[in-house]
């Protein structure tokens, strides 16, 4: 609940600013009811302060905005905004039931349970049961998806922790929800959770990794649109319908690869990954013969999840 992307350090986001997102988004929002949360949140947390010494209300503000990126609902925000009150200040869940309907009302409340349960000592304990049991408190989806995005803006601020509370605040991350925004496919929020994670748990590692990429950064962004061009000129070529992405891995996933095969960045193969999207079973096979037409594959390295897929059903 305490104290953005890694390493970058923004400017604390304004109404004006949640506002703007909202409209730029073209999604029909409640904009009354959000400036109803909104005045209530900034009322009730009047004078408080976060660490970092700015005005708390950044905070609801900023998971707010998160969940705009995500694309969640008017009852998901106005929840976002006063998603605090109920532990933190005066403001009952009573009341916010009666100004805003059960709805909203839920939303605060399961996520004010989920924020008072404490995890001491999580690699002590089974961390499969606490992801359990957040998800099952968890009535509606929404409550956990904002607990995500709360934890996420508290991991992207926690610098202004003690060190011993950003290393406990991590590995809780890491254990518990991290795994959890996996399992509700919130890909890009668990890899940012686990990279913040890593930040404070091995801060050296983390460093060493990510200046490395930096200074390659220029070439890997080259290097990541000729390949992606490429395959798409092919593709396009062949006339087959299709949507080519790239990435690189995150740091934490680097430095997860190194530590386990004890290998060093420049011994890691596939930093990079492409995804082409197609429409049938038949051009993905296709898509597969123009790859390894444009590409040598390396040997032993080939894994056909089409043909023969995972045990957990992936294919």
Request: proline share 4%; glycine share 6%; aromatic share 8%.
């Amino acid at each position: 609940m305490e104290n953005t992307q890694t390493g970058d350090v923004k400017m604390p986001i304004t109404y004006e600013d949640l506002k703007q997102s909202l409209v730029d988004s073209g999604r029909p929002y409640d904009f009354d009811m959000i400036d109803r949360a909104y005045a209530l949140a900034e009322k009730a947390h009047g004078g408080q302060r976060r660490r970092s010494g700015e005005p708390y209300i950044c905070h609801p503000l900023s998971v707010a905005s998160i969940l705009v990126e995500l694309g969640m609902d008017s009852e998901s925000i106005a929840a976002a905004l006063m998603h605090d009150v109920a532990e933190d200040t005066p403001v009952t869940v009573a009341e916010i039931k009666q100004k805003f309907g059960p709805d909203v009302a839920l939303l605060v409340d399961g996520v004010t349970k989920l924020t008072q349960i404490k995890f001491s000592n999580v690699e002590d304990r089974q961390a499969e049961n606490l992801r359990k049991m957040l998800l099952a408190m968890s009535q509606d989806v929404r409550v956990m998806i904002i607990k995500l995005c709360d934890r996420l803006h508290n991991m992207r601020t926690g610098d202004a922790w003690p060190e011993q509370k950003r290393r406990d605040k991590a590995l809780e991350t890491m254990e518990v929800y991290a795994p959890i925004a996996h399992r509700l496919g919130m890909q890009r929020i668990k890899w940012e959770l686990e990279d913040l994670s890593l930040k404070y748990l091995d801060p050296i590692g983390y460093d060493e990794i990510v200046s490395k990429l930096d200074a390659k950064r220029q070439e890997y962004e080259d290097f990541m649109r000729r390949t992606q061009d490429q395959i798409d000129q092919r593709l396009n070529d062949l006339n087959i319908q299709h949507i080519v992405y790239g990435r690189m891995k995150h740091p934490y996933s680097i430095y997860w690869k190194m530590f386990n095969q004890n290998k060093s960045l420049d011994e890691i193969f596939d930093l990079f990954a492409f995804r082409v999207i197609v429409n049938t079973v038949g051009d993905c096979y296709n898509v597969l013969g123009v790859i390894h037409d444009l590409y040598k594959p390396i040997l032993g390295r080939f894994k056909d999840y089409i043909g023969t897929p995972k045990p957990n059903g992936y294919q």
